[in-house]
């Protein structure tokens, strides 16, 4: 009868190990970045006459689209709505940080936020 070999351990070398980290530091940051942009963009909303609500779940946002798991992590927190004061900053702007906020209802006030219209 012949002896079962020996169970060998995954091997990988060095430079597989700095590869592995680059690439999830890279990632993690891209994440981290996304975060910030929101972040910014909020208080750059409301810092010009906007307004925002979060959502009541905990990742699921007003159009049942949910933010990544690792971006909760980092503080992200699901938006129900965000409302722009219209004339306050350019179209390409309001689109720019409409895009951050894809789980969001976004839109311009027209004199309380609970009445809205969309972006053009």
């Keep these: ?15 597989t190990l ?9 990632w993690w940051g891209w ?12 208080v750059r909303v409301e810092k010009t006459g906007g307004t925002y609500d979060e959502c009541n779940h905990p990742y699921l946002g007003q159009n049942g689209i949910a933010i990544p798991a690792v971006c909760r992590l980092l503080g992200a927190r699901p938006m129900a709505c965000v409302w722009f004061k219209r004339g306050s ?3 390409e702007e ?3 940080i409409a ?13 309380s936020p609970s009445l809205s219209e969309p972006l053009d």
């Design 1 to 15: 009868m012949t002896p079962t070999p020996k169970r060998r351990w995954f091997r990988f070398s060095l430079r």
């Design 18 to 26: 700095f590869v592995v980290v680059t690439v999830l530091g890279c």
């Design 31 to 42: 994440n981290l970045k996304w975060v910030n942009d929101r972040q910014r963009a909020l």
């Design 89 to 91: 900053m350019p179209v």
């Design 94 to 96: 309001c689109k720019a």
């Design 99 to 111: 895009a951050l906020f894809g789980e969001a209802n976004v839109g311009y006030m027209t004199g």
